[in-house]
Structure formats: C-alpha cells, structure tokens
C-alpha cells in the first residue's frame, strides 16, 4: 500500500509559479513510478507528468512541456512538479500518483494503483 499527500497549490496569476509536493508513504518509495495529473472543472483527469522510480526519466504532456519539471527525492519519498509561466488554462486540481506498473503506462491514468486526495491550483488572467 502507498499513501500520498499533496500540498503546495493555491492562487497565482498568470506567468507566475508554484511547486507542488506529494509525500508519500507505504511501500518502498523508490520501486515505483510517480505522476502528476490534473482535472479542471467538467473535464477528465489528464497526465501532466511522470518520473521514473530512479528519476531518470521524465514524461511530460506537450501542453506543459518546456513550463514544468517534475522531479523526485527518493531519501525524502517525495514527488516534486514545478511550475513556471503558469496560464489560466493551467488551473484544475492536480493529483499525484503512483505505481502504474511500467514506464509504458505512465501516460494513462488508468494504469495507477494509488491517488492523493488533489491540491487545487488557480491561476488568474
């Protein structure tokens, strides 16, 4: 079993930043892959982003790409997304994830075994 925690979400205007954290517990932290997905309002949950379980590979959705990085801290077992040049567009609830059972899956959201509970992230025009 694997608990996550998000935090780090909140109000920011447009061009601005955040980084988003999901701490995770459970398991051993550095056998499994982690995501980042979001869902604005009336929408499905998208992929966002994904690390390896050792962080060297990085997946990102091409609306995103060039803007965020996530990262990881295996010795602190948590998921890191930074967010640069953040746009209305951006705003939704992100949710971290984990263990989607291959790098060949890290793309789906149906692949992930274990959610957090979301942190919301508004960005204003």
């Known amino acids: 079993q694997v608990q996550l925690a998000e935090s780090g979400g909140g109000l920011v205007q447009a061009g601005g930043s955040l980084r988003l954290s999901c701490a995770a517990s459970?398991?051993?932290?550095?056998?499994?892959?982690m995501g980042w997905f979001r869902q604005a309002p009336g929408k499905e949950r998208e992929f966002v982003a994904a690390?390896?379980?050792?962080?060297?590979?990085?997946y990102y959705a091409d609306s995103v790409k060039g803007r965020f990085t996530i990262s990881r801290e295996n010795a602190k077992t948590t998921v890191y997304l930074q967010m640069y040049s953040l746009k209305p567009e951006d705003t939704a609830v992100y949710y971290c994830?984990?263990?989607?059972?291959?790098?060949?899956?890290?793309?789906?959201?149906?692949?992930?075994?274990?959610w957090g509970q979301g942190t919301q992230v508004t960005v204003s025009s």
């Open positions: 459970g398991r051993a932290f550095n056998t499994y892959d």
């Open positions: 994830a984990a263990d989607p059972g291959s790098d060949y899956a890290v793309l789906s959201r149906l692949s992930y075994k274990y």
């Open positions: 690390v390896s379980w050792g962080g060297g590979r990085t």
